[in-house]
């Protein structure tokens, strides 16, 4: 079975200042799909960023950006000039392409504190 | 579309009673997941249906747990009788193909 690691359970950041959250990841599929969700304190699981593992490119999407080491299963974000309302829950997830096991697996979380 | 579309919002209900929890996912979304997170446990997916159908249901934790999914439309997640380790939020997720999962607000349900 597949599991996803997200070895920080806290992070903090100066707003305006960069963080990278970790994420690692085992499976033997070769195709699959990757993603961070965000959860802020109102609970509501909203996606930022998704990653095709058949991508080479590394996915972006505005201050959000992934670093996708597929050798290594390494799929880590990193967040670009932190805002306040960035500061929530991260949640990493795992996707498998093949039919019968489309469920997402998560990670623990990381909770991002952001400091004016 | 309005999203996926949970209810209730918050549950309190003593223990063994019956929970009823629903869900709208998107329309034209032919996946819909359950799942439900706790602090100790994270999120954890109980079960999930392709075309209404439930392929996985192997994070049922017992069988007080059961969930349908009659149509295309809707969905139900019930607890009978309810326990108060069952107090958790549930959330309902919805997807077209292995495209995004798109997730309702959940509820929270707590079982005194």
């Known amino acids: 079975a597949q599991t996803v690691t997200q070895s920080q359970p806290e992070m903090s950041v100066q707003e305006a200042e960069t963080v990278t959250l970790s994420c690692t990841y085992d499976?033997?599929?070769?195709?699959?799909?990757l993603f961070w969700y965000k959860q802020p304190p109102s609970r509501q699981m909203i996606l930022v960023i998704r990653?095709?593992?058949?991508?080479?490119q590394n996915a972006t999407e505005n201050r959000f950006s992934v670093n996708f080491q597929k050798a290594a299963k390494s799929f880590s974000l990193k967040i670009s000039d932190s805002q306040l309302g960035d500061a929530a829950m991260y949640f990493c997830a795992y996707r498998s392409a093949l039919g019968g096991s489309e469920k997402l697996v998560f990670g623990k979380g990381t909770k991002l504190t952001v400091n004016p | 579309d309005a999203g996926v579309i949970q209810s209730p919002r918050h549950e309190v209900t003593e223990m063994g009673q019956e929970v009823t929890l629903r869900c709208k996912p998107i329309s034209g979304h032919d996946y819909l997941f359950w799942y439900r997170q706790t602090m100790m446990r994270g999120l954890e997916l109980l079960i999930y249906?392709?075309?209404?159908?439930?392929?996985?249901d192997s994070g049922m934790p017992e069988d007080r747990f059961s969930a349908k999914m009659p149509n295309a439309s809707f969905s139900t997640l019930k607890i009978q009788p309810s326990e108060p380790r069952d107090s958790a939020v549930y959330f309902c997720?919805?997807?077209?193909?292995?495209?995004?999962?798109?997730f309702g607000s959940g509820t929270q349900l707590s079982v005194l």
């Open positions: 990653q095709e593992a058949y991508k080479q």
């Open positions: 499976t033997s599929e070769s195709d699959y799909y």
């Open positions: 997720a919805s997807s077209f193909g292995n495209e995004k999962l798109f």
């Open positions: 249906f392709n075309n209404n159908v439930p392929i996985d």
